[in-house]
């Protein structure tokens, strides 16, 4: 025990060293306000709020007086995939990609900056020293911890963290310069409304004045799709009802397979129904297939569900936040979890009342599932309870175009 905290100091003491050095070259950076910098999901994916603000920001370049909209991405795939549908992107590490590190004035992710020992982040986070830095996060209503909020709940977290926490708290130099690369520990988060910034707050324990309420700009529309999307979005109007399994993320340790779900169920579905599902980004259990005879698609976790979501008859999923962006749809929600006893022993613990969050039918086995498919598929408004339309508005309180959504998001940033 001793060791690792030795190493977790001296890991620390390099990071604060190296960010100091970091600071003091962007000194010597232009940044200009006509140069945006995007990246998403640890370099890996096109998708989610970065990929629908960039979208229209690049579409829009002349009426908003941009010059550059960039994608940096660690996917030379992603990159071409980008640049083939008429917009700019770059190879995180080449050279055309720091140089715009550097000289972006805005800096957009959604979920990490970077570190200097795994490298793995959204973006190079090192250069975001003198840009306004943005997260626009990757889902409201989360039910799980979160960063800080992990240490809070967590009676058995170590001395080390709750100190980390405490310099967090106290220390705005300390946000700046050690705790994440480029000064991201005191960056500004998008955020769907009050109940969702003081979620953020517990989150990441930051002042009110970095959050911006909004909406988010992946419920707004896109002018293009990619080719693999467009083949998708083909296949599902050919169906009248579409089911969407979008499981979380679970440890190495879980038993659970959400492959099996479908081969249980495929019996009890009707005609004319098709089965989406896709894996978390995180898990290794997709396989990724397409049969149009069987009315079932399996979803590379890399695919951008928003793109899908307004099509769906319902969603089924578990402890995911994605059952807070049905309810921007009002779409029927079914919580299956079977292995709720499982989860909550194994991972990172509830961070809410789960039972107030899941505000629709939870169902721990097949059987169930298969009732409440039929039941729902029969009467989707069934489900669309005063418990449903609280948590609804508690979550969603901004439904703004996307125009207006960056016009909220440059004024708390000016």
């Known amino acids: 025990m001793e060791m690792n905290i030795m190493i977790l100091v001296y890991k620390q003491f390099v990071e604060f060293m190296y960010n100091i050095v970091m600071a003091f070259r962007s000194m010597f950076w232009k940044r200009s306000k006509d140069c945006i910098l995007f990246g998403a999901w640890f370099g890996t994916k096109y998708g989610d709020n970065p990929r629908y603000l960039f979208q229209y920001l690049s579409d829009h370049k002349e009426k908003l007086g941009l010059k550059h909209v960039i994608w940096v991405s660690r996917d030379k795939n992603i990159v071409d995939m980008i640049r083939s549908i008429g917009y700019e992107a770059y190879l995180m590490t080449s050279k055309e990609s720091i140089y715009y590190h550097k000289h972006c004035k805005y800096h957009i992710i959604c979920e990490s900056c970077n570190n200097l020992f795994t490298n793995d982040g959204d973006i190079m986070g090192q250069y975001s020293y003198g840009a306004i830095k943005i997260n626009l996060w990757h889902g409201s209503g989360a039910l799980k911890n979160v960063d800080y909020s992990i240490i809070t709940n967590n009676k058995d977290s170590s001395v080390f963290m709750k100190f980390k926490m405490f310099l967090h708290d106290n220390f705005w130099f300390y946000r700046y310069f050690a705790e994440e690369n480029g000064g991201w520990g005191n960056c500004y988060y998008l955020s769907s409304s009050a109940a969702e910034t003081e979620q953020l707050k517990s989150f990441f324990r930051l ?31 050919k169906y009248k009802h579409i089911i969407f399994y979008l499981p979380t993320f679970r440890g190495n340790d879980s038993t659970y397979n959400y492959q099996k779900v479908y081969g249980s169920i495929s019996q009890e579905l009707k005609d004319n129904t098709l089965w989406l599902q896709k894996a978390h980004s995180a898990s290794d259990q997709h396989v990724s297939i397409m049969d149009q005879k069987l009315g079932f698609i399996d979803l590379d976790p890399s695919f951008d569900i928003n793109i899908l979501l307004p099509f769906t008859s319902m969603i089924i999923t578990d402890y995911s936040s994605v059952a807070v962006d ?12 079977p292995d709720i006893e499982e989860y909550k022993k194994s991972d990172r613990g509830f961070c809410c009342d789960i039972n107030e969050r899941m505000c629709g039918p939870k169902v721990y086995t097949i059987d169930g599932l298969s009732r409440m498919i039929k039941e729902i598929l029969k009467n989707p408004d069934s489900v669309i309870t005063d418990e449903y339309i609280r948590e609804k508005e508690k979550w969603w309180e901004h439904y703004c175009d996307i125009d207006q959504i960056w016009i909220d998001i440059q004024e708390k940033t000016q």
């Open 207 to 237: 002042k009110n004045r970095l959050f911006i309420e909004s909406n988010l700009p992946r419920n707004c529309s896109l002018t293009k799709v990619l080719c693999n999307e467009k083949a998708v979005l083909e296949e599902i109007r």
């Open 326 to 337: 049905a309810l921007y749809y009002n779409k029927p929600i079914i919580y299956y979890i």
